[in-house]
């Protein structure tokens, strides 16, 4: 499994260790920034990582702010998106059993680093139950296309 990772100035220090936690597991990374602690804005870092899961590139992602509120409200904005804000290992597991999760979104600033990176693991090792869940993620997917898409990009 390869993941993607960005966050914005707040995530910096947790993006890097979660990718330091993922690389000593041997799982494949890429990093999409921030490179440092100086300010930018989530909006540039959530839309990276959405559109490459929306395109079916890479399958599944990672998104580091504040709070994780701005990342989430951004990155479910593109089609195919089902990004979770997980604040406890009762959310990861959950989001990655009933919703299918493509990206888990956290805050830097409502986590321990200790907590984060327990939640990345049980997200990462967490599978989608199926079954009713299946057919109402397939309900968000027709609500996706009867409304259209951002940008003019679409899986369905
Ligand atoms: C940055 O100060 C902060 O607003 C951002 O990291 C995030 O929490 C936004 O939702």
Request: net charge negative; proline share 1%.
């Amino acid at each position: 499994m390869k993941i993607i990772v960005a966050s914005d100035h707040a995530g910096f220090e947790f993006k890097s260790r979660i990718l330091r936690y993922l690389s000593e597991n041997k799982i494949e990374t890429i990093d999409l920034g921030t490179e440092t602690n100086d300010s930018v804005d989530y909006p540039d870092y959530a839309s990276k990582v959405a559109k490459l899961i929306s395109k079916g590139e890479i399958d599944r992602g990672i998104l580091i702010c504040g709070t994780g509120i701005g990342m989430s409200i951004v990155a479910n904005k593109f089609a195919g998106v089902r990004a979770a804000l997980c604040h406890n290992l009762e959310t990861a597991e959950a989001s990655r059993r009933h919703n299918d999760a493509n990206i888990l979104v956290l805050g830097s600033r409502v986590l321990t680093e200790a907590v984060a990176l327990s939640i990345v693991e049980t997200w990462l090792n967490t599978a989608f139950d199926g079954g009713r869940h299946q057919d109402r993620v397939d309900k968000i997917h027709a609500i996706e296309k009867s409304h259209g898409t951002v940008n003019g990009l679409s899986l369905l």
